[in-house]
């Protein structure tokens, strides 16, 4: 009937993703801090633990914490202090509540770039519940993954707007472009895995917004113009790159070349780039701290390149009939480039937190090719329903 919801409907759809994050989620209230980064974020933190304040502010904005400038994640730890003192109930409450928000942001972000209602609700369920969201969410001090990605997520949605505007709309494309320069600022400011953002946008330009002019006689002047586009964002991820080797520099977080070197970081990319796409489709024996690996057997490595290998291999052979594998691979590729340990912070080797921006990339190609497997073959649309529902039961 006119007026009533239908269950397609992209608000219902919202509401949902709220309720299985809130649903799965609930334990995490129950949870306390750890003694593993939340006392320099907050339990022990007294620019922190003491509330939101002006001081607390200009603190956030003029120095560093745990070798890490990222003042907004700061920032949402005082206010949460402010409003629940050191209860953790209530800072587990605000994460979960990030999480539920980037689930949705997800889905509406695929929706309006696609129109692909039931794919980009998959893609969105698969992301909220999949085990490896766990540490980023439930991990008070892991506010920096949530956060960052919230004010990710809404500046591609600002860049979408600008880049569907028609010419004509110079004025709005142009405040669409302002807010989302600004929104990856605040993200950088919360967490700088965003770096990798000007490169993402320009996977959404090929894909699936179709703006590299494929076919017409200037293609290579529009592919330049969307480049010099994004130059200001490439100034913001450059400086952030700057600002964030100078702070984990001084708190002598980065493994010098001595201890690991440039061979065995390569060996550890490749192993960790393989590493995470079994978790991501067999997460067990997942773990907070996975020790760093001096050395891989030999066998391990070689699988491991061949598996690279082979599926930018197929992504390639299939980037004009199915462009949306390249798209994902390349998301998932790039956007863990910051984390990969190249640049060696830490004593890990790889962690599930992670993979909460890059694992997107992965779930857009599996469900877009699984959903198109279903329309093609006819009459299997019955079976990827099933197998789509299944996923998500098992990972929550």
């Not at 766990?134 to 956060?147: H, M, N, Q, T």
């Amino acid at each position: 009937m006119p007026g009533r919801w239908k269950l397609n409907q992209p608000a219902l759809i919202c509401v949902l993703l709220a309720l299985a994050v809130a649903t799965i989620y609930l334990p995490a209230v129950f949870l306390g801090f750890t003694n593993y980064d939340d006392p320099y974020y907050v339990t022990e933190n007294p620019h922190v633990r003491n509330g939101l304040s002006l001081d607390g502010v200009r603190w956030a904005l003029s120095h560093t914490c745990a070798g890490n400038w990222q003042p907004l994640t700061l920032i949402s730890h005082q206010l949460d202090c402010q409003l629940f003192g050191l209860k953790p109930g209530g800072h587990h409450v605000t994460s979960v509540l990030f999480h539920a928000a980037n689930a949705i942001l997800l889905f509406v972000l695929l929706h309006a770039l696609t129109g692909a209602r039931w794919r980009s609700a998959a893609v969105a369920a698969l992301f909220a519940l999949h085990p490896l969201r766990v540490e980023s969410v439930a991990w008070i001090a892991e506010r920096k993954d949530v956060l960052s990605t919230f004010f990710g997520l809404l500046s591609l949605w600002a860049y979408t707007k600008h880049a569907k505007g028609q010419a004509s709309e110079s004025r709005k494309r142009s405040f669409y472009y302002c807010v989302a320069l600004l929104l990856l600022l605040f993200g950088l400011m919360s967490k700088p895995m965003l770096v990798t953002w000007p490169f993402v946008m320009l996977l959404l330009d090929y894909w699936p917004l179709g703006r590299f002019g494929a076919g017409s006689g200037n293609s290579s002047g529009i592919r330049r113009a969307l480049i010099i586009e994004k130059i200001p964002f490439l100034a913001l991820s450059a400086a952030s790159c700057v600002v964030t080797y100078l702070a984990q520099t001084a708190a002598t977080a980065v493994a010098p070349l001595q201890d690991i070197p440039i061979g065995g970081r390569v060996v550890n990319a490749i192993i960790s780039y393989a590493r995470y796409l079994w978790k991501l489709v067999w997460p067990t024996r997942l773990a907070a701290i996975y020790p760093y690996v001096a050395r891989w057997p030999a066998g391990e490595v070689v699988a491991a390149a061949l598996l690279l290998a082979l599926i930018t291999a197929l992504a390639l052979w299939q980037y004009k009939r199915r462009p949306f594998l390249i798209f994902g691979w390349a998301w998932y590729l790039g956007t863990l480039v910051p984390v990969i340990g190249i640049v060696q912070i830490g004593n890990q080797s790889i962690a599930d937190r992670y993979t909460y921006i890059p694992a997107i990339g992965m779930l857009v190609s599996m469900v877009w090719a699984v959903a198109e497997w279903g329309e093609i073959e006819g009459g299997r649309h019955g079976i990827v329903n099933v197998a789509a529902g299944c996923g998500m039961a098992v990972c929550a």
